[in-house]
Structures are given as structure tokens and as C-alpha cells.
């Protein structure tokens, strides 16, 4: 079993054949039982054999007290009694098998479906976030993957307990026909009788799971801005917001599971009541002599069994409810598509040429440094952006679903919804398909496959993350990179501290965003997995911003030596950086409005040195130093 995992999931790869289904979650939810139909058949085989005993043990139960224990008969008792051993052990292994191959499906359908996100974020990239909030996505990768594994689970469990349904109904149909059909149609009235409770209950764990959704975006943004929060003292209101939040999601898991256990005590007080009636009916007919005693013990243990299948029919329907509840969001997280297209005749990315950003105006030259000097960070960024072909960034994506509504006004919202997605979905295919207004030469970024694009202009930006692993895997994620070269981009990095501060050196293991790690000490993580690279154009968005001036100053001199003759382009106003740049551009109101070197903008552009200045004293009052004295000592700004 062990072998299976993780498993393999083709979906989503180059000419991958297996793509789920995301039409509707209906769909989704039959498409993921298609997926696994040899475990499924696996486990109703399974589950058929570990039902053997509770399908003859009666049988057999009864034979021995016929035909052994009234009669007087020691054969009889010993020849039965063994059978009914020999089943019962028989059973029991069978239960090991069935228990293995159920948790089997139930992990591939939880990790598939862990990957399937997986696989579709990597696709998307940066898109997933312009058409999905975080909080969904997670929810899908997290808890929605469990109740998909536990659909699997009790499908193949359905499944065995209605064939043992039926053997069950052809045994007490040869014991007595009218309480046979007794048992067998019982328990199918009893599923309808419940089956009222489902859509309440359903609607009510819509409810929780849009709440819990919510809760866990906010969670996401609060730890990603955590920094950001205690600099401005918003940690209260933002707390206070996730404080609400959590109740509000107490309170709709609450309601749920009131829901959840009425349901529970219907599935059995319904059979409770239907065994007393069966019981009340086989002792009547004992006594008129219609029943042997054995028979009606058999027909007992029979009732007593249905109880089990019904049960299992209960669940079945739960989890599939769940399921539809989850395969909503799951469909809405699958069923995007990336708006990139190759073009129909790709282009080549010319070596050693200029880069020029039409839209404003800005020309990197090749093979120097070029360093974007804006008062305004959010253009600075939007034109690293158009450089990499990346969309814009959004404030907020749109849900997709809303689990809290229902009625026609939720299908009306939820048709805006849609409408809405689908607007920016327009828009997306709009900017990537055309024209791009970035050219490499004479090449416009359009013209060449977006993974191409990739390879050559890497975009490293104050988003950038550290993952979890080895020192040596984050600075080096591809392998690609010597011994000496690893610390050749370290050193150039300045992060050589954090090499000496992580136990067990280039194997030395770093959490999860760099946790242990000071915000500087994350920054120049990133900086040195980046200039590892060693792209052909590199883009590089406010690198210093969270480290001290002496620590600048050393990245600053060795990133413009480590860079020397490939193109650079760097988005900052620290004077420590422009000092050493080839070429530096003045960007304002999204149009570059000065280009020259550093000194003499300094001297010809007061726009210019009004930017730089502001930066300068803002370094300089962030130290608590005046602009003459600044600090020399090596460490980093909390």
C-alpha cells in the first residue's frame, strides 16, 4: 500500500488525458469515483468477504440451534458450530483487508486532490490569485480533500453493504416470505423517511464551511502582514476582526452539528423501531407454529444486521451531500485556465539586446545595471511586472461561491458572481493575448512561449518567499550550482550570517517563510536564490529594503560587480544602490521622465532629488540617526 503514495496525478501536465471534471461538483464528485474504480472495486471485494459472517451467521446460528441444540444433536451442534466458527475467523481476516484497502482509496483521494491543487497553482501561478481568494483555495487543499476521501470510503462500503443487502433478502425470503419482504423493504423506507433531514443539514454545513473559508483567508493575510500590522499597532483591530470571525464560525459548526446529530438518532431510532416490529411479528408467529425458534433467532440477527447497511446508506448520502458542499469550491479552484497562450509562430529571445517597456517609455540597456527611481512604489512595481509578463495585481478577487445564501437571491448573487469572474477572466485573456509592449530587441513578449519568458527575465520582488527545506535547497532549488558558486551568491547576498546561524550548515533546515530567521536575513535569503539563477535579464524589486545601511552598502558593491555584463534592472531610491548603478530612471505619473547617472540627476532634476532625498532621511530616521551619521554596525531593521 505504501508504494502508492504520493500518487501520481497527470492532470494539468503537457497532454495529460485524466483531467477532472469541472462542469458542475456533480460531476467533479462521479469523475473522482471513475478515477479510483480499480480501488473501488477493491474495496466492495473487500467489504463483501468482511460481511460474510454477518451474512451467514445467522443462517448458521440458527441451523445450530434447529438442528443441534433442541434436537439433542452433538454432531449437529459441533458440524454447525465450527462452520459458523470457520466464517466468523474467515470474516475477520477479511476485515484487515477491507480496512487496509478503505484507507487506501481514502488517502489517494485526499492527496490527489491535495495535489490536484497543487498542480493547478503551479499552472496558474500568479493568475490564481487575480481569480480566487487564498482562503478558498487552502479550504480546498485542507479540509475538502479529507471529506473527498471519506466519500471514497463509504462508496465502496455503500456499495458492499447493498449486495449484502440482497443476499440477506434472498436468505429470509427462504426462511419466511412475508417477513422477508418485511426486511427487505424496511430499510429502503427508512432512508426515505430520513432523507427530508439532508437538505437542512446541508445547508447548514454550507454555512460553516463559507465561514470557516473566510476564517482561514483571514488567518493567511493576518500571518502574511504580521510585520506590517505591528508596525502600524493594528495586531487589536485585526484580532479583534479574527476573534468575531471565529465565533461566527463556532456558531455555524454548532448549528451544523445540531443538524448532524438529528440526523445521526433518526438513522437509529428508525431501524431500533423496525427491529421491535420485526421481533413482535417472528415471536407471533412462533407461537402459531409458522416459525421455528432457530428461524426466528436467524430473522432477529438478520434485522439486527440491516441495521448496519442502513447506516451505511445514512452516511452515504451525508458524505455525498458534504461532498457536493465541497466539490463547489474544489470546482471552482480547478475549473480555471491559465489565459496565456503559446503564440502560433514562437520567436527566439534575443541575447544581448536592449529591454523596452512601451507603455513607459523605459529602456534597460544591455548587459548594465539600470536602477527605476519612483516616488510612487506601486509603479515601480507595475512596470517590474510588465517586464516578467505578469498580469496586474487586484485589491480583491472575486468568490466564486457564496455557501452562506440560498433561495433565488443566492442564485442571482451567485450568478454576479460568476459574471464577475468571468469579467476579469475576459480581461486576462485580453492583456495576454494580444500585444504585450514589452520587446527584447525587436521581440515582443507576446511572441514567445511564456515559459521561455520565464527562464530568461526572472522577476524577484518583495513577494518572494522562502520555502521550507535544506539551506542548500533554497538557495539552490534547481541543483544546478556548484559548491563554490552557492557561496559565491551568498557571499554576494551578504547572508553569510545565515549560513552561520543555521545548526548543520548547507543541510541545515529552514521552517516554513523562513521562521527563525529575521525579515533581512529572509530578504537576502531570496536575493541569493535568485542571483543563483543567473538570468539573462534580472529584475529585482526593493532588495535592500529590509536590511541596515552597512549591509546595503556590501550588496549594493557586489551585487553590481556579481551582475557585471548582464542586464539588471533595479527598483529602489536608496542612494547606496544608485551610486553604483550604470544608468538611472526617473519614473513618474508612469512615464519614465529623466534618464542619466545618478550625480547628475542629482544635480539636474529636482524631481529626482526630492526622492532620493526622502528615502535617504527616511533610512536615517528609521536608525534614529541624523542623515550625517549613519550607522556602521551590521545587522538588520526589525
Known amino acids: 500500500m505504501i508504494r502508492d503514495f504520493p500518487p501520481v496525478v497527470d492532470a494539468y501536465r503537457p497532454n495529460a488525458i485524466d483531467q477532472p471534471a469541472t462542469r458542475t461538483p456533480g460531476a467533479f464528485l462521479r469523475w473522482l469515483l471513475r478515477s479510483q ?5 477493491a474495496n466492495v471485494v473487500a467489504g463483501v468477504l468482511w460481511y460474510i459472517p454477518a451474512t451467514l451467521g445467522p443462517l448458521l446460528l440458527g441451523k445450530t440451534i434447529d438442528e443441534g441444540i433442541l434436537p ?5 451442534t459441533i458440524f454447525w458450530g465450527m462452520t459458523l466458527l470457520l466464517v466468523t475467523v474467515l470474516g475477520s481476516l477479511c476485515g484487515v483487508l477491507f480496512h487496509t484497502v478503505v484507507v487506501r482509496g481514502w488517502l489517494i483521494a485526499l492527496y490527489g486532490t491535495l495535489k490536484l491543487v497543487n498542480r493547478k497553482t503551479v499552472q496558474l501561478g500568479h493568475v490564481q490569485a487575480r481569480r480566487l481568494p487564498t482562503g478558498e483555495v487552502l479550504s480546498v487543499a485542507s479540509s ?3 471529506i473527498f476521501g471519506s466519500l471514497i470510503e463509504v462508496t465502496g462500503r455503500a456499495v458492499a453493504s447493498l449486495i449484502a443487502f440482497l443476499a440477506v433478502g434472498a436468505i429470509v425470503l427462504g426462511i419466511s416470505t412475508d417477513l422477508g419482504l418485511l426486511v427487505l423493504i424496511g430499510p429502503p423506507v427508512l432512508v426515505a423517511a430520513a432523507y427530508p433531514l439532508l437538505k437542512p443539514m446541508a445547508k447548514r454545513q454550507m454555512v460553516e464551511r463559507s465561514a470557516n473559508a ?3 483567508g483571514m488567518a493567511t493575510d493576518i500571518v502574511a502582514g504580521l510585520r506590517i500590522l505591528r508596525g502600524i499597532g493594528g495586531e487589536k483591530t485585526f484580532g479583534d476582526n479574527y476573534a468575531g470571525q471565529s465565533q461566527r464560525v463556532r456558531s455555524a459548526g454548532v448549528a451544523a452539528r445540531v443538524w448532524q446529530s438529528v440526523t445521526d438518532a433518526v438513522a437509529v431510532l428508525l431501524p431500533g423501531i423496525f427491529l421491535v416490529l420485526l421481533m413482535w411479528l417472528g415471536a407471533r408467529d412462533v407461537l402459531q407454529g409458522r416459525l421455528q425458534t432457530g428461524q426466528l433467532v436467524a430473522l432477529l440477527g438478520y434485522a439486527m444486521f440491516l441495521t448496519g447497511p442502513v447506516t451505511n446508506f445514512f452516511q452515504f448520502f451525508q458524505r455525498w451531500t458534504r461532498g457536493m458542499v465541497s466539490a463547489r469550491r474544489a470546482v471552482a479552484a480547478l475549473r480555471i485556465d491559465p489565459p496565456w497562450r503559446d503564440p502560433d509562430q514562437p520567436r527566439a529571445l534575443p541575447a544581448g539586446v536592449a529591454v523596452t517597456d512601451e507603455v513607459s517609455g523605459f529602456v534597460a540597456p544591455p548587459g ?3 536602477m527605476v527611481v519612483s516616488a510612487v512604489p506601486d509603479d515601480s512595481a507595475a512596470l517590474a511586472d510588465r517586464l516578467g509578463r505578469y498580469l496586474p495585481t487586484l485589491a480583491d478577487p472575486v468568490p466564486t461561491v457564496d455557501d452562506a445564501a440560498s433561495g433565488r437571491k443566492a442564485k442571482r448573487e451567485h450568478r454576479k458572481r460568476l459574471a464577475a469572474q468571468e469579467e476579469i477572466a475576459k480581461a486576462d485573456r485580453e492583456l495576454s493575448g494580444g500585444r504585450w509592449g514589452v520587446r527584447v530587441g525587436d ?4 511572441q514567445v512561449p511564456l515559459a521561455e519568458v520565464r527562464k530568461h527575465i526572472v ?5 518572494s518567499t522562502v520555502f521550507s527545506g535544506t539551506l542548500q535547497e533554497l538557495v539552490d532549488p534547481h541543483a544546478a550550482l556548484t559548491r563554490q558558486q552557492a557561496e559565491a551568491v551568498l557571499h554576494t547576498a551578504a547572508a553569510e550570517d545565515v549560513f552561520d546561524a543555521v545548526p548543520g550548515g548547507w543541510q541545515g533546515r529552514i521552517d516554513e517563510r523562513g521562521r527563525g530567521l529575521s525579515g533581512g536575513q529572509r530578504q537576502r535569503l531570496v536575493l541569493a536564490r535568485v542571483l543563483g539563477l543567473d538570468p539573462e535579464v534580472l529584475v529585482l524589486v526593493e532588495p535592500t529594503s529590509a536590511v541596515d545601511a552597512h549591509t546595503e552598502a556590501a550588496i549594493a558593491g557586489r551585487l553590481a560587480e556579481f551582475r557585471k555584463g548582464r542586464t539588471t534592472v533595479l527598483m529602489s531610491a536608496s542612494p547606496l544602490l544608485l551610486h553604483h548603478a550604470d544608468t538611472v530612471a526617473l519614473l513618474a ?11 547628475r540627476l542629482l544635480r539636474t532634476t529636482p524631481a529626482y532629488r526630492r526622492v532620493v532625498a526622502r528615502d535617504l532621511d527616511a533610512q536615517d530616521s528609521e536608525a534614529g540617526h541624523p542623515p550625517s551619521d549613519r550607522p556602521s554596525t551590521n545587522g538588520d531593521r526589525r
Open 443 to 446: 521581440v515582443d513578449l507576446a
Open 368 to 370: 548594465e545595471l539600470t
Open 589 to 599: 505619473d508612469g512615464k519614465i521622465s529623466a534618464v542619466g547617472s545618478h550625480e
Open 37 to 41: 474504480a480499480d480501488v473501488l472495486a
Open 144 to 146: 475538502d480533500s479529507d
Open 72 to 76: 439433542g444433536s452433538t454432531s449437529g
Open 214 to 216: 473566510e476564517l482561514t
Open 459 to 463: 522577476v524577484s520582488d518583495t513577494a
